[in-house]
């Protein structure tokens, strides 16, 4: 009998996290405007950017950021990532357009994602100037604002800021 109990809160949970998924999906699909901030890593300063995003769902737990980003007078720049959500395993998983790029992270708060819980946060491992580092992304996703901030840190360090998106609709 515990076996069927456990089976019937493991359906519950995966059922909730698959409708927490797909809000998530909804909300942050559309366009959005804003700015990107991020730390120069030669200089330590903050740059930032005015950035436009469009976010399109593409299949269940699929998702294309496009990004465009407005580096100065004449220059423009773009980059297009593809996002992966695993509900049964609580991964997301960002792969960058060139195939430069490919992580996965852990995500926590995916299950509770609404309106009233806005934030999932992303725990992983990356690279930065050679070398690994842990990385952390919190995602607030609102109605009308989106912010993305991305952090990193070496083994026993303090988390450091890497960059933030600021977005609105």
Do not use: H
Request: aromatic fraction near 8%; glycine fraction near 8%; charge should be neutral.
């Amino acid at each position: 009998m515990n076996l069927a109990i456990a089976a019937v809160f493991s359906l519950v949970s995966l059922l909730a996290t698959a409708q927490s998924a797909d809000r998530l999906e909804a909300a942050l699909a559309g366009s959005w405007t804003g700015t990107l901030t991020y730390r120069d890593y030669r200089s330590d300063r903050r740059v930032t950017l005015p950035t436009k995003l469009v976010v399109e769902a593409v299949g269940p737990g699929q998702l294309t950021l496009a990004y465009t980003y407005d580096d100065g007078p004449g220059k423009t720049v773009t980059s297009q990532e593809r996002i992966t959500i695993d509900r049964e395993k609580s991964t997301y998983r960002i792969q960058n357009g060139d195939g430069s790029y490919d992580a996965t992270f852990e995500v926590s708060g995916l299950a509770s994602f609404a309106p009233a819980s806005p934030v999932i946060v992303l725990m992983g491992k990356g690279d930065e100037n050679g070398a690994p580092v842990d990385l952390r992304i919190t995602l607030t996703v609102q109605a009308s604002a989106f912010t993305m901030l991305r952090e990193s840190r070496t083994a026993g360090g303090d988390w450091r800021f890497r960059n933030q998106y600021e977005l609105t609709r």
